[in-house]
């Protein structure tokens, strides 16, 4: 998913640097969206391996 946030952010710079505002921000919002459910899906799971005592290896 971070790819994802990290390609709508390239999506974003190269259509501001080409003068495209609309596109740019709803690519910076798609960005900062997609990393914000990623971080809270990372979290979930940091939650469960820990209740479930399980090694990571």
Known sequence: MLGW???FLVIALVAAVFGFGGIAGTAVE???LIFFVAIVLFAISAVIGLLRGR???
Do not use: D, F, S, W
């Open 5 to 7: 946030a990290i390609t």
């Open 55 to 57: 090694n990571p290896l």
């Open 30 to 32: 798609m960005a900062k």
